[in-house]
């Protein structure tokens, strides 16, 4: 896919995230210990052979801008193409995103590329975008939106668009998910075009003034467009609240899920970082759990992930819980259903608790 531009448009909607996301934008958020959200993203595309992407980013994106360094851990640290990132300025994404691409759009001609593929950061999966690309190529599509369908749409996916397809594969309507029905064919919000389409579609949103965000301009002119679906059938999760966060950390403590994500043809890559191993004493006790490197482990961990640099104390009892680096959880205390941002400290013989359904989060630097 070295023909194809990637773009990563970070313009998810951060308001039910919380405390994760006061800090940092949603896509430099920690996942799976020792991941970024965005990685799964970059690495689908640079798998795929895509040599050039550009993030559009919001604010808060120190923590990104970090993470991603010169773009050496996805093999984009080149002199063409490569990775850039581009700030949205004075438009917030989440209302308007065509002003941005505008204001760049110089980046995407000069590019080159025929295909333009557009893509969020906060859809977890592992996929091959080859396939996609062969199969809009063939199709004739004019765009090529790739689903998923799901049967838990009642409980997950809130909020996210679904897309409604005839029997040709032929997309006729995109709507909003608001837990109605258990079975829906989730818009995984990834979009295959060619890129002289792409630019055309930012001028027209600009001149008549009428759409602001290029999904809410293919949306309406499905009439006008072959709009075409592709389906995705492997395991796919959006983070998009405090809770399908959750549910994502500890959906990767299954192995299955985990071995697809992580152990296939096509890894997750991340920027490294060099810990020495994790240490376990004597009297600690570990059980379906990922850890990260850096951490020393005296108490009893269960169904949880540990960041790097996290300290258990002696006592301490860790279960369903999602821990990120630099913090300290004290002696004897307890904890359940907690996600607990960096730096926290979680003085000895506390106990805190949460639900499935609303898991405590923690603040980054808190003490307790």
């Known amino acids: ?19 994760l996301v006061r800090y940092r934008t949603l896509a430099s958020v920690p996942l799976s210990a020792r991941y970024r959200i965005i990685d799964f993203v970059l ?63 110089e980046f995407i001609e000069q590019s080159k590329k025929e295909y333009v593929l557009i893509s969020p950061s906060y859809m977890i999966c592992n996929i091959d ?10 199709s004739k599509n004019d765009i090529t939106i790739i689903y998923k369908d799901v049967d838990d749409a009642n409980k997950k996916f809130l ?31 990834m979009y295959i075009m060619e890129t002289h389409l792409f630019i055309k579609m930012i001028h027209e949103c600009i001149k008549t003034g009428i759409h602001r965000k290029i999904k809410s301009y293919i949306a309406s002119r499905l009439n006008d467009f072959k709009v075409g679906a592709y389906k995705f059938n492997g395991y796919l999760a959006c983070i998009n609240s405090i809770k399908s966060y959750f549910d994502t950390n500890l959906d990767i403590l299954n192995q299955d899920i985990n ?9 997750i890559y991340t920027k490294s ?49 999602v821990i990120m680096q630099n913090s300290i959880i004290g002696e004897e205390a307890i904890m359940d259903m907690v996600i607990a941002d960096k730096g926290t400290v979680v003085n000895g013989n506390q106990q805190i608790r949460g639900t499935i359904n609303y898991p405590v989060t923690i603040q980054r630097n808190k003490i307790i």
């Open 1 to 19: 896919m070295n023909n194809c531009l990637g773009i990563i448009n970070l313009d998810e909607n951060q308001s039910r995230m919380g405390e």
């Open 273 to 321: 970082q060099d810990e020495p191993p994790t240490q376990y004493t004597d009297i600690s006790l570990v059980s379906n759990s990922i850890i990260a490197n850096g951490s020393y482990i005296e108490g009893e961990v269960k169904n949880c992930i540990i960041g790097r640099r996290v300290v258990i104390g002696k006592g301490a009892k860790l279960e369903n819980c």
């Open 259 to 267: 071995k697809e994500l992580f152990y296939n043809l096509k890894p």
């Open 129 to 138: 975008y080859n396939k996609v690309l062969q199969y809009h190529k063939k």
């Open 159 to 189: 909020e996210c668009e679904v897309v409604n397809i005839e029997d040709n594969n032929r997309v006729i309507s995109i709507g909003e998910n608001i837990g109605r029905e258990k079975n829906a064919k989730i818009n995984m919000e």
């Open 43 to 105: 690495s689908n595309m640079a798998n795929s052979g895509i040599e050039g992407i550009g993030i559009f980013t919001a604010n808060k994106s120190r923590s990104l801008i970090n993470h991603l360094t010169n773009g050496r851990p996805w093999d984009l640290h080149r002199k063409k193409d490569g990775l850039r990132v581009f700030n949205f300025g004075d438009y917030d994404p989440n209302y308007d995103d065509v002003h941005n691409f505008l204001d760049n759009i």
